[in-house]
């Protein structure tokens, strides 16, 4: 809208020229380079690059041999100073070709000194405000570029914070599972001996007593002692089973796999608490099918874990990218046939009642697909 107001006032600054020129009588070419004026700047707003410029310069060629056509100068001038802008470098004397029709018309004498000035004066009006036209629209442009790249660095620090957010709370929770583990170790190795000692030494003691008085005491001592001991054992258990959060141990599982290689790993799991023999099977598969991938695997770059749990199952799927050798990926050893690798892989989902799969993935390299139900593995560990 700016840019119709501009082109506006330099046809405005070129009324008097084009009135001069006229003789004061609006007859045919000046009516029709009046409207050949509004037409070039119209297409201006509507073509994109040097094809802005191209009724700017049939504006110019019409002007060097029509009167009224060198009049209009300003309109084509701007047009040419604001693709000129646009262009930068040389670019920007483009302006100057509007003054051949003026000066080439009053060295003809078919414009009047006076008119071919007022002409001149309009192409510099119109020339200044198309190059401060163009000197916005590169400014709009470069703080459109600074905000573009400010948004794109926010994005990135973003994701980076949180990626950090997310390493951090994966390292406390193995860390808080580790602690869990460490301390049902503890309570059984040490207290749930030292109870079973107790109930050991108590019982004794009933039989050496048996039919005194004191009988009776101890065997109420020996009950507390055994239900101090299965509180115990309940305990260690319940601590045992938290240490196998799949979301932790998945991915711990992942990054100890690829430590040290140049192999990079990506881990989306989202899946939570599990049976422990429905963790113990998938974590099982995960490393075998890492294993598998790291040592027969050729020009491996990047390996893909994804565990997620469903309302019915949970799923497993390990791809990489690398090429298998001759022998076939996943076998143990070439010439080994169907490798002892990939039968355990699958023995220990086929015995949950799940669904396994390994051969080659979608885009290439090798994949390994594993399923356990929910419901077959919630009855075998019931």
Not at 145 to 150: F, G, P, W
Request: aromatic share 2%; proline share 4%; net charge negative.
């Amino acid at each position: 809208m700016e840019r119709l107001t501009d082109k506006l006032v330099a046809l405005l600054a070129c009324l008097p020229a084009l009135a001069l020129a006229a003789g004061g009588a609006a007859d045919a070419p000046v009516v029709v380079a009046l409207l050949a004026a509004v037409i070039s700047a119209a297409a201006g707003e509507l073509a994109r690059g040097w094809w802005r410029a191209a009724g700017a310069f049939a504006l110019c060629l019409l002007g060097c041999a029509l009167p009224p056509f060198a009049a209009v100068a300003g309109v084509a001038a701007y047009d040419l100073a604001l693709v000129g802008g646009a262009a930068g470098g040389r670019a920007r004397l483009l302006p100057a070709v509007a003054v051949l029709g003026p000066l080439a018309c009053w060295a003809t004498g078919a414009l009047p000194a006076t008119v071919a000035l007022l002409a001149l004066l309009g192409g510099v009006v119109g020339a200044r405000m198309g190059d401060r036209a163009a000197r916005l629209e590169a400014e709009v442009r470069a703080r459109r570029r600074v905000r573009d790249e400010l948004t794109a660095t926010e994005l990135s620090l973003a994701r980076r914070n949180r990626e950090l957010t997310e390493a951090r709370d994966h390292e406390v929770a193995l860390a808080t599972l580790a602690e869990r583990a460490r301390i049902a170790r503890e309570i059984h190795d040490n207290v749930g001996h030292l109870l079973t000692r107790g109930v050991v030494q108590v019982e004794a003691l009933r039989v050496v007593g048996e039919g005194t008085p004191v009988a009776g005491g101890l065997a109420g001592v020996s009950d507390t002692l055994r239900e101090a001991l299965d509180e115990v054992r309940a305990s260690v258990h319940d601590l045992r089973d938290d240490s196998c959060d799949l979301s932790v141990q998945a991915r711990a599982a992942a990054e100890r796999a690829c430590a040290g290689t140049d192999v990079e790993v990506s881990c989306r799991v989202e899946a939570g608490e599990a049976p422990r023999e429905v963790a113990a099977c998938l974590l099982a598969v995960e490393r075998e099918a890492l294993s598998n991938a790291l040592r027969h695997a050729r020009d491996l770059t990047r390996v893909t874990v994804e565990l997620v749990e469903h309302p019915a199952l949970w799923r497993l799927t390990v791809t990489d990218d690398g090429a298998a050798p001759s022998g076939g990926e996943g076998e143990e050893a070439p010439g080994a046939g169907r490798g002892m690798g990939l039968a355990s892989m699958e023995e220990r989902v086929r015995a949950l009642g799940g669904a396994f799969r390994a051969g080659r993935g979608p885009r290439g390299g090798w994949q390994v697909f594993a399923s356990v139900p929910r419901g077959g593995a919630e009855g075998r560990g019931a």
